[in-house]
């Protein structure tokens, strides 16, 4: 009698559903064959693993806004004249619903925060930094960032 055979003769005293059935038999018959030579599809209700997927679209950084001085975007770049100036920009993706992060080449220059979506790059000191933005899929977008100082200063 076949191995799969007796494991159907004993699952059927288990009540153990067919979708099991097939998946154990396969899995157990590739054991001596070198690999899976089958694989079935989840059984109904089942669990899904799902791994985040790349919409291959980077994150758009609006049009900022300088509540206390500033100027530019991030096409041209944005230029301050004061320590603790900022811009803020609304952050959107097509296609896309996770949250975003922001990291600064240079710290000591410009910093960047975000919250709800929303970007914040504050001047810190003379210089210049690059703003990177991304996503969870690694897909990402840049803003340059020049600080001159001629006034201002930090709170």
């Given at each position: 009698?076949?191995?799969?055979?007796?494991?159907?003769?004993?699952?059927?005293?288990?009540?153990?559903?067919?979708?099991?059935?097939?998946?154990?038999?396969?899995?157990?018959?590739?054991?001596?064959?070198?690999?899976?030579?089958?694989?079935?599809?989840?059984?109904?209700?089942?669990?899904?693993?799902?791994?985040?997927?790349?919409?291959?679209?980077?994150?758009?950084?609006?049009?900022?806004?300088?509540?206390?001085?500033?100027?530019?975007?991030?096409?041209?770049?944005i230029a301050f004249n004061g320590?603790?100036?900022?811009?803020?920009?609304?952050?959107?993706?097509?296609?896309?619903?996770?949250?975003?992060a922001a990291a600064s080449s240079d710290s000591?220059?410009?910093?960047?925060?975000?919250?709800?979506?929303?970007?914040?790059?504050?001047?810190?000191?003379?210089?210049?930094?690059?703003?990177?933005?991304?996503?969870?899929?690694?897909?990402?977008?840049?803003?340059?960032?020049?600080?001159?100082?001629?006034?201002?200063?930090?709170?």
């Open positions: 009698m076949r191995f799969e055979q007796v494991l159907r003769r004993r699952v059927n005293r288990l009540k153990i559903p067919r979708a099991a059935i097939f998946i154990a038999a396969a899995l157990l018959s590739s054991c001596s064959g070198g690999g899976l030579s089958a694989i079935a599809p989840a059984a109904a209700g089942a669990p899904v693993p799902t791994t985040p997927t790349s919409n291959n679209n980077a994150p758009i950084i609006g049009t900022p806004t300088f509540p206390i001085g500033g100027s530019g975007n991030c096409t041209s770049g320590l603790g100036q900022t811009a803020v920009s609304n952050l959107t993706e097509s296609g896309y619903s996770g949250t975003f000591s220059v410009a910093t960047a925060s975000i919250t709800n979506a929303t970007l914040t790059i504050t001047a810190i000191n003379s210089g210049a930094a690059t703003i990177t933005v991304s996503d969870s899929t690694n897909n990402e977008s840049t803003c340059s960032v020049n600080v001159t100082v001629t006034g201002g200063t930090v709170s």
